[in-house]
């Protein structure tokens, strides 16, 4: 978890007030109506940079850790009889535009991707490391490096978010020379 110190707190409170208020504002100029006066604006967004920079991210450090750490201890994947978990961690899995949030299991035969239950998407996707045909680096948002991309041999791609990807990328790449 990456804890942010409170001068990059501050910054992002002031930001965040800045841009909405100038949303509000531009609502209130593009409609014609007077929906907010200048006081108002500047106290919402105060109370939005307030929020949002310093209480929201206070919170998350709070609670969020313990949430999700619950939330990843009970994903446990379907294996078939002679199956075993190698190697597992947290992951999501883009279904189209959603990135599925879930774990990642390296197991003796197959890549298992498995979904926590608050996914619109739910579910488990198996790769056996014999449909494997190669396994890519690749950039989150053009600019991230903590992707991974799966291709298989009828060239269905399964991309990739994880922690560590380099560890993740090795260990794939054993398991498909072996």
Excluded: C
Aim: charged share 25%; glycine share 8%; hydrophobic share 40%.
């Amino acid at each position: 978890m990456v804890k942010m110190n409170w001068k990059y707190r501050l910054a992002f409170a002031v930001t965040s007030a800045i841009f909405y208020t100038l949303i509000l504002w531009l609502f209130d100029f593009l409609t014609d109506n007077d929906w907010y006066t200048t006081k108002t604006l500047l106290l919402q967004g105060a109370l939005f940079g307030i929020f949002f920079g310093i209480g929201f991210p206070y919170l998350n450090e709070k609670f969020g850790g313990k949430v999700f750490r619950t939330l990843g201890q009970n994903i446990t994947p379907d294996l078939d009889g002679d199956e075993k978990v190698e190697v597992e961690g947290p992951a999501n899995l883009f279904r189209g535009i959603e990135g599925v949030g879930g774990k990642l299991f390296l197991t003796n035969t197959h890549v298992i991707f498995k979904s926590h239950k608050f996914n619109v998407q739910g579910g488990q996707t198996a790769i056996s490391y014999q449909d494997i045909a190669d396994v890519q680096k690749r950039k989150t948002a053009k600019f991230i490096d903590n992707g991974l991309r799966i291709i298989t041999k009828n060239d269905k791609q399964y991309d990739l978010v994880v922690n560590e990807r380099d560890v993740w990328y090795d260990q794939l790449k054993e398991r498909l020379s072996s």
